[in-house]
């Protein structure tokens, strides 16, 4: 697989969540590689009559779940790349989420100053971009898939982290926050988080 995870990156800042998935799983047999009975796949790819599930704000972000078999994955380590792909395209997404954050506290005031200026808010952002830097440099170092699932639990808090510089706006279907949601449904489709779990707990010597 040659792309890379900076292009993953780019693309899912630029263009957002559905050109960054198409990118992360270009070239992949879907039915064969993804661990579980979904896939999260970009909409316009799907072929007529495929048996699909629907939801509501993956549908606005461009996103369809595809029925897949569900038997163990045929090349794990093709697996394990996508994830690592995935969690470029999840960090863009964090940083085009944040540049939208930070242009509406921008134009909020509280007590004639601008939120942004607040340093609560500058705090928050100023944490995001450092969590950014280091799960970017996480997500180049090679994965067993304790590791993987650990990368993206963290991902997944990040993404939280963002939504709260949206206020209450940032969980409306409506709102383009919405695809933080949707990219945490997207990942647990790629991601074998209990094999990761399984592997983590036999490490910590709990089974």
């Known amino acids: 697989?040659?792309?890379s995870l900076r292009q993953c990156?780019?693309?899912a800042r630029d263009e957002g969540l559905a050109a960054g998935l198409a990118m992360a799983i270009a070239g992949t047999e879907v039915a064969?590689?993804?661990p579980g009975r979904w896939a999260a796949v970009p909409t316009e790819g799907v072929r007529p009559g495929a048996e699909v599930r629907h939801h509501s704000l993956a549908e606005?972000?461009?996103v369809t779940f595809l029925a897949c078999p569900g038997r163990p994955p045929a090349a794990p380590a093709s697996l394990a790349e996508i994830g690592r792909l995935l969690?470029?395209?999840?960090l863009g997404l964090v940083r085009r989420l944040l540049d939208q954050a930070v242009e509406h506290l921008g134009e909020r005031t509280a007590g004639d100053e601008p939120l942004i200026r607040k340093q609560l808010i500058t705090g928050t952002i100023a944490d995001t971009m450092a969590e950014v830097e280091?799960?970017?440099e996480q997500a180049h170092a090679p994965h067993d898939p304790a590791t993987l699932c650990d990368l993206h639990l963290r991902l997944d808090e990040l993404g939280w982290q963002?939504?709260?510089l949206f206020g209450a706006a940032g969980y409306l279907a409506d709102h383009p926050a919405r695809a933080l949601h949707v990219s945490f449904l997207v990942a647990n489709t790629w991601i074998d988080r209990e094999a990761g779990e399984d592997r983590a707990d036999r490490e910590?010597?709990?089974s």
Not at 87 to 90: D, F, I, L, P, S
């Open 9 to 11: 990156e780019r693309i």
């Open 87 to 90: 969690a470029a395209v999840r």
């Open 32 to 34: 064969a590689t993804a």
């Open 134 to 136: 280091l799960l970017r």
């Open 60 to 62: 606005r972000e461009g």
């Open 162 to 164: 963002v939504l709260t």
């Open 1 to 3: 697989m040659s792309t």
């Open 204 to 206: 910590g010597g709990l």
